[in-house]
């Protein structure tokens, strides 16, 4: 009886089921790989869409932010490095590692890195003494321009 209901349940589930490749590699961080020609070292690729949590490089390659490395933030428009596989289920491009172009040659030699450090951040706090020009932010931190 159990033989004849496992038969019967293996012959209506079989079309969920997805063949199992031939040639995949079964060991190391590349295990969903199929072949070596679906691994891919772009350098210079452009994230053209960006989402709450995730975007797209090249418009074909889907990336989350947790492989961005570093935490850093990316943007629509940022230069960015990044090693991409094929996803054997789908065909389509996916990243194992992201990080942020640092070319020192673009912008005056300042690096890409550098340029979003030096962006002005908000600051929350209470003004604790201003002097018409500039003040003190929670009596540690100068700050000149307060009224612009």
């Known amino acids: 009886m159990l033989t004849a209901v496992r038969c019967v349940f293996t012959k209506l589930m079989s079309p969920f089921w997805r063949s199992v490749e031939e040639d ?3 060991d190391g961080p ?3 790989a199929t072949v070596m020609e679906d691994i891919r ?3 210079s690729s452009v994230v053209t869409q960006l989402f709450q949590d995730y975007g797209m490089i ?4 889907y990336f989350t932010t947790a492989e961005v490395l570093g935490g850093i933030p990316v943007k629509q428009g940022d230069l960015v490095n990044c090693i991409a596989v094929r996803d054997g289920s789908e065909g389509g491009w996916k990243v194992l590692r992201v990080e942020k172009s640092a070319d020192a040659w673009e912008e005056g030699g300042q690096t890409s890195l550098e340029a979003d450090t030096q962006q002005l951040r908000p600051l929350i706090g209470t ?3 201003y002097d018409g020009n500039g003040g003190y932010i929670n009596q540690n931190s100068l700050h000149k321009g307060l009224s612009q």
């Open 24 to 26: 995949s590699c079964s």
């Open 127 to 129: 003004v604790t003494s």
């Open 41 to 43: 070292h772009l350098r």
């Open 30 to 32: 590349f295990s969903g």
């Open 58 to 61: 090249d418009g074909a390659i």
